[in-house]
């Protein structure tokens, strides 16, 4: 996607206090970390513009990816009613490859069964 600068609005970096925003906090986060890639659902399109003119492209190369969002059957964007980080997952017993299989089916309900950690690395593929 091309954006022009004159469709984005000022960007602040710092509030009144001197702390910085999330948007210059997230940039610097992403280049000490040595991130390359960010992938977020299309919904954060302008997120993503604001970011990559400001903050991330300055602190080193960094590619922002929009992927499609994951839709429940009422034609509304699946969000999750509460947050639950991995360890929550791991205390239900939820094991780390169950957890990866049910994401990447998520993206692809097409092919049946059950994907090794090996074959989601071979498939990946932001291209598309």
Not at 18 to 24: E, F, I, V
Not at 45 to 58: E, F, M, V
Request: charged share 25%; proline share 6%.
């Amino acid at each position: 996607m091309v954006w022009q600068n004159e469709n984005l609005d000022d960007l602040v970096l710092l509030r009144g206090d001197g702390n910085p925003t999330y948007m210059l906090a997230v940039g610097g986060r992403h280049h000490d970390m040595g991130v390359t890639h960010v992938i977020r659902g299309d919904d954060h399109l302008i997120k993503a513009a604001r970011q990559s003119r400001s903050t991330t492209r300055s602190m080193g190369p960094s590619q922002h990816v929009p992927h499609s969002l994951i839709m429940a059957p009422t034609v509304k964007a699946l969000k999750t009613p509460r947050r639950l980080g991995v360890d929550a997952y791991r205390a239900m017993g939820y094991l780390p490859a169950a957890l990866r299989n049910y994401l990447v089916r998520l993206g692809e309900p097409r092919r049946p069964g059950i994907f090794s950690t090996e074959e989601m690395i071979d498939a990946f593929d932001l291209s598309g």
